[in-house]
């Protein structure tokens, strides 16, 4: 089954989103230019893709800075400063720690404050949007049930997402073994599981590995409810991808076009953002992409 599918048939509705800000942006010379023009040098090309690959079975054409101004992009704003989310059912302690870091790192990435807004435990979930899964086994909640009648009844005034973050597995519907995550971008609304991203307990590498999946997913999907499309510029954390293994060979970071869409979005200060992600990535081990934020940081300098 392909993942995020799902996510990228929701991701071109939100062509439609409107927010004023962006209008007076359009066609303007903006500041944020030179994260694009300056880290093109360390960007990587895409690999041609494997026969089972995500740009082997989709035609995506990519999205320029110029085409995300003009698609009028959810934005970061005065009324939009926070990210909430509803924690559905229990998470082992390693899981939490998953969680708590995950949460962190949304709040750098996307430079809002992450909020727990609520706790729902399982069996506040009926049993017509439960099942165990006929031949596997997996206890799966639906996760269309959690969009449209737990998140969209009750996102926050201030939410410029509100994500339910489970460790149930999920599944979207009749035909549909799981997703990893589904998202409704227009109300931009968001489910994820960490079902799939491995054990964290396991051992160390485990642990960083399901930190990593997690990050990773979390990134990216919340970079679709800010409208960035899938990414074909460069190896990116925006790729589309269609399977484990091509998700797992993907970098964490933004190339610099989707950087490009992100600090002009956030109006952040491109050196003090970047390094705020060395450090994390860093502090996480996650060595390879804390030296990529590290040689941003240097061509930003220079
Ligand atoms: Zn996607
Ligand atoms: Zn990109």
């Known amino acids: 089954m392909p993942i995020r599918c799902l996510l990228v048939m929701a991701c071109l509705l939100a062509v439609s ?4 800000a962006a209008d007076k942006e359009a066609g303007i010379k903006d500041r944020f230019e030179v994260v694009e023009t300056k880290l093109t040098p360390i960007a990587k090309t895409l690999d041609k893709p494997g026969p089972h690959d995500w740009l082997a079975n989709h035609r995506e054409a990519g999205q320029t800075f110029a085409q995300y101004v003009q698609a009028k992009p959810v934005l970061k704003s005065e ?3 926070t990210m909430h989310l509803c924690l559905i059912g229990d998470f082992t302690p390693d899981q939490d720690r998953v969680l708590k870091l995950t949460m962190e790192y ?3 990435v996307y430079t809002v404050p992450v909020k727990v807004h609520r706790r729902l435990s399982l069996d506040k979930i009926p049993d017509e949007a439960r099942r165990t899964h006929p031949t596997w086994g997996d206890k799966q909640i639906l996760s269309t ?6 998140l969209a009844l009750e996102r926050p005034e201030d939410a410029l997402a509100y994500l339910a973050f489970t460790a149930s597995d999920l599944w979207p519907g009749e035909k549909w073994n799981f997703v990893f995550g589904q998202a409704n971008l227009r109300e931009r609304l968001g489910v994820w599981s960490i079902y799939r991203n491995g054990d964290p307990s396991k051992d160390a590498d485990a642990f960083r590995l399901c930190l990593r999946r997690t990050l990773a997913t979390a990134a ?5 409810i800010l409208t960035i499309q899938h990414c074909t510029a460069f190896q990116c954390g925006m790729n589309g991808s269609n399977n484990r293994v091509e998700s797992d060979s ?3 970071h ?3 076009v989707c950087l490009h869409k992100v600090c002009w979005n956030l109006r952040v200060e491109p050196v003090e953002y970047l390094t705020s992600l060395e450090k994390f990535c860093r502090r996480e081990m996650l060595n390879d992409e804390a030296d990529w934020y590290r040689d941003a940081v240097e061509l930003l300098q220079k």
């Open 145 to 150: 049930y959690v969009l449209d009648r737990v």
């Open 79 to 81: 009324r939009l400063k």
């Open 17 to 20: 989103s409107r927010l004023e």
């Open 254 to 256: 933004f190339c610099p």
């Open 250 to 252: 993907q970098p964490l």
């Open 106 to 108: 949304l709040g750098l």
């Open 220 to 224: 990216h999907e919340t970079g679709h």
